[in-house]
């Protein structure tokens, strides 16, 4: 009840007399990426531009504790999945960057993911009942 806001619903579960989160996360990610890089340096400036195509393998892992129930179906379906899943993304990128001094610089950059794949999918509401019912 500490993490208790009052603005957002706080779900907790008891079991023998330890106070456990209803539901806890974890997410493992392995990047993959192929890409073109184009440089142009001069005397005190370099310019950059980049074009990827990156691919990422994402595993979740989701654990429900005795309380999930209490949940109701719209929030628990912004629950990531249990299953793994592939996002593949083109990455764009420019930057431009100028030396002021012999120790200062100064630069920027402006990138875009535009997603072109994706196979996450949504919990299954009826799954989590399921899995809720075979709780200890």
């Not at 079991?15 to 990610?29: D, F, G, T």
Request: aromatic fraction near 14%; charge should be positive; include cysteine.
């Amino acid at each position: 009840e500490k993490c208790n806001s009052g603005a957002k619903s706080f779900f907790s579960s008891n079991y023998n007399s330890m106070e456990n989160p209803a539901l806890q996360i974890k997410a493992n990610a392995i990047n993959l990426s192929l890409g073109l890089i184009n440089q142009k340096k001069y005397w005190d400036n370099k310019i950059t531009y980049e074009i990827n195509l990156d691919q990422n393998f994402i595993n979740n892992s989701v654990l429900y504790g005795k309380n999930f129930d209490k949940v109701n179906k719209i929030e628990s379906s912004k629950i990531p999945s249990q299953n793994n899943w592939v996002q593949n993304f083109i990455k764009l990128k420019a930057s431009q960057s100028k030396m002021l001094s012999e120790h200062i610089g100064l630069g920027f950059a402006l990138t875009s993911y535009i997603p072109y794949y994706s196979s996450f999918q949504r919990n299954n509401y009826f799954y989590l009942c399921q899995y809720m019912k075979n709780l200890i």
